[in-house]
């Protein structure tokens, strides 16, 4: 691509814009940056940017998703060619998205996970502090506007955030235009993917007839007045978060094997807006995709119903209802792992792994070693020898414990002991230290790991 001339007060423009937003959102003094680089004129704008203006050290990062044949090959090409000739470390990956996704992934699901868990593994590998992606403020209107036809709320009409955990778009205040013409000026090239024409995607369709409708016919500055507006819910939704973070903090319990689990009775007390703030704040604690609004409802629905109830949120993970807890499980938890045997002699001491669980049990002569406080031992009669096994508590039945939520006792290890006199059984968090005229006692000690 030939170069024309540079507009001098462009460049010093985007100069600014990027080294502001650095400032602002604590990059800028960073290590290091990995760029997610696709090629296209967005990334490419964003890597030039950053190799020309920013102090630290800059590396590239490619993923080939396999999805385009032919020209998702020549893409990974090009990163890779232009890369080494600027003399800049470039790492590409070839993956299969389809082949690759997991139960209930979409496509763009699976390649958002598997490009992120590329770059963030390389961040440990090369020390670097951030991944940079080439988001602008076009994708930010125009992500307002998909949430806002798909059923959003504040949040979803924020658009792009500047920062996100280690993840940065330092050009999320540069219009697209302004970034092409950066290139166009320099003779930088880069590959347009022919997906972007295509009106078969919603985004698309905003990008190619919405926005040009609406500026030849309503308001030309109609970005401009978006971009205020996300400003405005930014700020909104910045408060919302901070409430929403306090009602967690009081709604939230510790019950392995959830991901995190809130007692019912709790988060039925608050209101119907506070309950769809936490959920939407415990989704983005667990890095889950965001609810739109009709399902972000229904779960809350859910939430103040009684008896057993089952919500996919996405790929394996569900959220499951019951009168003590509600819970945020992956699927597999559902299931109980093998169970599991040892014998025991007196004075002897076993230690099983079972799932997450960790059960040392010890068998004491009477009045010897005690068990060690809490909830989580227990010192009971027993016999010597004896067996001691785990396997997951019931659903129902003579070994099914109140207070256990139903979606918890499979992976909550019951243990058993039996011996020629005596069989009996122990479940974490059953309260249990019974002083024993017999000749001995076991001991236990349970850990989740």
Same mark, same amino acid.
């Given at each position: ?44 704008? +964003?890597? &030039? ?14 993923? &080939? ?126 590959? @347009? ?45 910045? @408060? ?63 939430? +103040? ?114 011996? &020629? ?29």
């Amino acid at each position: 691509m030939r170069p024309v001339s540079p507009d001098p007060t462009l460049e010093a423009k985007l100069k600014d814009a990027l080294m502001s937003s650095g400032l602002k959102h604590g990059w800028w003094g960073s290590g290091g940056l990995l760029v997610a680089l696709s090629g296209g004129g967005d990334s490419m704008a +964003t890597f &030039e940017l950053l190799r020309r203006f920013f102090p630290g050290r800059i590396s590239a990062a490619h993923l &080939e998703h396999g999805l385009r044949g032919e020209a998702s090959e020549e893409d990974a090409a090009f990163v890779a060619s232009y890369c080494e000739r600027q003399g800049v470390k470039c790492f590409v990956r070839h993956a299969r998205v389809d082949r690759d996704r997991l139960p209930g992934e979409s496509p763009e699901m699976a390649g958002r996970r598997i490009r992120y868990e590329f770059f963030f593994d390389l961040l440990d590998q090369e020390g670097l502090e951030f991944v940079a992606t080439g988001h602008n403020s076009d994708d930010s209107v125009e992500t307002m506007l998909f949430n806002l036809f798909r059923g959003t709320g504040v949040r979803g009409l924020s658009g792009i955030t500047p920062r996100r955990d280690r993840v940065i778009r330092p050009v999320i205040g540069i219009s697209r235009r302004e970034l092409r013409q950066f290139l166009t000026e320099r003779g930088i090239p880069w590959r @347009e993917d022919e997906t972007n024409a295509h009106d078969c995607y919603s985004r698309n369709k905003i990008r190619n007839h919405l926005l040009p409708w609406v500026r030849d016919n309503i308001n030309e500055s109609t970005e401009g007045a978006l971009l205020g507006l996300s400003g405005e819910c930014a700020e909104t939704d910045a @408060e919302s978060e901070k409430k929403a973070e306090s009602v967690l903090g009081w709604i939230s319990r510790r019950r392995p094997p959830a991901l995190a689990s809130w007692d019912t009775r709790a988060a039925r007390k608050i209101s119907p807006r506070s309950l769809e703030a936490a959920v939407r704040a415990q989704g983005r604690m667990l890095g889950l995709p965001t609810l739109d609004r009709r399902r972000a409802g229904e779960l809350c629905r859910l939430i +103040t119903l009684s008896g057993r109830w089952r919500f996919q949120w996405a790929g394996t993970t569900e959220v499951c209802g019951a009168r003590e807890a509600i819970g945020w499980l992956d699927r597999s938890a559902l299931r109980p792992p093998p169970g599991i045997a040892a014998s025991l002699g007196l004075g002897q001491r076993v230690a099983l792994d079972w799932g997450r669980w960790r059960i040392e049990a010890y068998l004491a002569e009477n009045g010897g070693e005690r068990a060690r406080s809490g909830a989580m031992g227990a010192r009971l009669p027993a016999d010597a020898p004896c067996t001691v096994s785990v396997s997951g508590v019931p659903f129902t039945g003579p070994g099914f414990l109140r207070g256990i939520p139903w979606w918890s006792a499979p992976s909550t290890p019951m243990i058993s002991w039996e011996s &020629e006199k005596r069989a009996a059984q122990w479940t974490p968090g059953a309260f249990a230290d019974v002083h024993n005229a017999d000749s001995c006692d076991i001991i236990i000690h349970v850990f989740c790991q």
